[in-house]
């Protein structure tokens, strides 16, 4: 099985003063510590496409994102580390001085970078288009963006042999809802799985990614704390990050885990949890994204 060289991940317990004793206890299964590139959940979700390629001689991954995705980041440094080309197709033209941090990480891996319009970007999953694409660039694969297809729902499998039967809920960040999907379909049913959805009115997934889940397992969707929307903040979301790293020494991204966890917060002053419930949080990582507030973080 295609893997990189890997931290030990491990699962850290939250300060309880975080939240009182509202419940039994909250960890983390810290993610974000697995490559300080290949970060978090996009490692496990490449992984089986990656294998995908080397099983079947495939020079070329092509894959897509916006000019912040921690997707496309991701996907450059693990196709170089396996000597995979690779190709980046970018929703908007990034090129000259629009050139982001995290395009230019991408460039600097051998990601070979094609901007397109908006408009042109709304053709990704149209098979048409797909096939200018693998005409243009024989012997390659089509990765979707977020990874989000069968073998990144079933990569994620990987991370719920981390996640021990003692805990009564598990949290995680919802995009593409690969990761939610792939926890689903992994864990026992008993286990409810919390999807914490950072775009406003995000839970219209609901329905798509009910499609993908095996048998009878549900879980939820919550997308109240999206702070204006994907890829927006508030000061005081900055600030929630700065006081969650004082006091837990973990340090959120701005885009997914600070809404999720903000969003637990509420829920706990809420009390919608049992007093014996036994949370387990996913740091799914993403702390790449943080470098456009890096001068308001205390980390
Ligand atoms: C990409 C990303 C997600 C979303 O993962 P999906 O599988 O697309 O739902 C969540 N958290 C972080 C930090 C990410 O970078």
Same mark, same amino acid.
């Given at each position: 099985?295609a893997?990189?060289?890997e931290?030990?991940?491990?699962?850290q317990?939250?300060?309880?003063?975080?939240?009182?004793?509202?419940?039994?206890?909250i960890?983390?299964?810290r993610?974000?510590?697995?490559?300080?590139?290949?970060?978090? =959940?996009k490692?496990?979700?490449?992984?089986?496409?990656?294998?995908?390629?080397?099983?079947?001689?495939i020079?070329?991954?092509?894959?897509?994102?916006?000019?912040?995705?921690?997707?496309?980041?991701?996907?450059?440094?693990?196709?170089?580390?396996?000597?995979?080309?690779?190709?980046?197709?970018?929703?908007?033209?990034? !090129?000259?001085?629009r050139?982001?941090?995290t395009?230019?990480?991408?460039?600097?891996?051998g990601?070979?970078?094609?901007?397109v319009?908006? @408009?042109e970007y709304?053709l990704k999953d149209?098979?048409?288009?797909?096939?200018?694409?693998?005409?243009?660039?024989p012997?390659?694969f089509?990765?979707? @963006?977020?990874?989000?297809n069968e073998?990144g729902?079933?990569?994620i499998?990987?991370?719920?042999?981390?996640? !021990?039967d003692t805990y009564?809920?598990?949290?995680v960040?919802?995009g593409?809802?690969?990761?939610?999907?792939?926890?689903?379909?992994?864990?026992p049913?008993? #286990?409810k799985?919390?999807?914490?959805?950072?775009?406003?009115?995000?839970?219209?997934?609901?329905?798509?990614?009910?499609v993908?889940v095996?048998? @009878?397992?549900?879980?939820?969707?919550?997308?109240?704390?999206?702070?204006?929307?994907?890829?927006k903040?508030?000061?005081d979301l900055? #600030?929630?990050?700065?006081e969650?790293? !004082?006091?837990n020494d973990?340090?959120l991204? &701005?885009?997914y885990?600070?809404?999720?966890?903000?969003g &637990?917060?509420?829920?706990?002053?809420?009390?919608?949890?049992?007093?014996?419930?036994k949370?387990?949080?996913?740091h799914?990582?993403?702390l790449?994204?943080?470098?456009? &507030?890096? =001068?308001?973080?205390?980390?």
């Open positions: 099985m893997t990189i060289p931290c030990i991940l491990y699962i317990p939250l300060n309880t003063d975080w939240y009182k004793n509202k419940v039994s206890a960890d983390i299964l993610l974000d510590v697995v490559h300080k590139h290949v970060s978090g =959940n490692w496990y979700k490449l992984k089986e496409n990656v294998q995908h390629c080397l099983d079947n001689n020079d070329t991954l092509i894959t897509f994102g916006g000019g912040y995705s921690n997707h496309l980041a991701a996907t450059a440094v693990a196709a170089e580390y396996f000597g995979l080309k690779c190709i980046g197709i970018v929703r908007g033209d990034y !090129s000259g001085d050139m982001t941090d395009l230019r990480h991408c460039i600097g891996y990601m070979e970078l094609t901007f319009s908006y @408009e709304k149209d098979r048409e288009w797909l096939n200018t694409l693998t005409d243009k660039y012997n390659s089509i990765v979707p @963006e977020g990874g989000a073998l729902r079933l990569g499998a990987a991370i719920a042999e981390y996640i !021990s009564t809920h598990i949290a960040s919802v593409t809802g690969t990761t939610l999907v792939g926890l689903v379909n992994a864990l049913e008993y #286990q799985v919390y999807g914490y959805v950072p775009m406003k009115g995000g839970s219209y997934l609901e329905e798509e990614l009910n993908l095996n048998g @009878e397992k549900c879980f939820q969707l919550f997308d109240d704390w999206h702070f204006g929307g994907f890829g903040h508030t000061d900055v #600030q929630f990050m700065n969650f790293y !004082s006091l973990i340090p991204d &701005i885009v885990t600070a809404k999720m966890m903000y &637990i917060q509420k829920q706990l002053d809420a009390n919608i949890f049992d007093k014996d419930s949370l387990l949080c996913i799914t990582g993403g790449q994204g943080n470098s456009t &507030i890096a =001068n308001k973080l205390i980390y």
